[in-house]
């Protein structure tokens, strides 16, 4: 099933796969790999007991979402412990390391959905034209509810930092 529409690329209508995630329902499930510390898995139980703030990006290797993987890791810095945060992309774990890496980005841990895209169908991100992730930007309370969402229209725009960071900071 798609939503065609759903989102712009440069002004170009797209089609999003899955359901779209709306505020109150429960964040579905997910199994994305992270190369931090060695390869390892990351799912929806590894974020209960905390708010989580999920960023979801199209690639690490564009300026935007670079932009918007600083713009997070230096506005939530402040929160530390408290939270979890996490950046999505179809990037190679590896990749997204060496980003993370070179980039000081030390607040956000990192998620790849490069193995079965079951976050992007699950979470109505996948761009079925592109096989890329949309951008949007998620906030859960420390049951894994979701309290904040917002899928970007047009994907080569930036999203809402302070509606996120806001929606966060009143779970934290």
Not at 49 to 68: A, M
Not at 150 to 165: L, T
Request: some cysteine; proline content about 5%.
């Amino acid at each position: 099933m798609g939503r065609h529409g759903a989102v712009t690329f440069q002004g170009n209508p797209l089609t999003l796969v899955g359901e779209e995630v709306k505020v109150g329902s429960p964040a579905p499930d997910f199994d994305l790999v992270s190369f931090e510390g060695g390869m390892h898995h990351v799912r929806k139980a590894d974020l209960l007991g905390k708010p989580t703030i999920i960023s979801v990006v199209p690639s690490l290797d564009t300026p935007v979402c670079q932009v918007q993987t600083k713009t997070f890791n230096s506005r939530l810095g402040g929160m530390g412990d408290t939270i979890n945060a996490l950046t999505v992309s179809l990037d190679l774990p590896f990749a997204m390391n060496r980003f993370c890496g070179a980039e000081s980005i030390t607040n956000l841990k990192t998620g790849s959905d490069y193995m079965d895209r079951s976050f992007g169908t699950a979470w109505g991100l996948l761009i079925d034209e592109l096989k890329i992730l949309a951008r949007a930007v998620f906030v859960l309370d420390s049951e894994g509810v979701v309290r904040h969402a917002q899928v970007v229209k047009e994907v080569a725009e930036e999203p809402d930092y302070d509606a996120a960071v806001t929606a966060l900071e009143k779970l934290a």
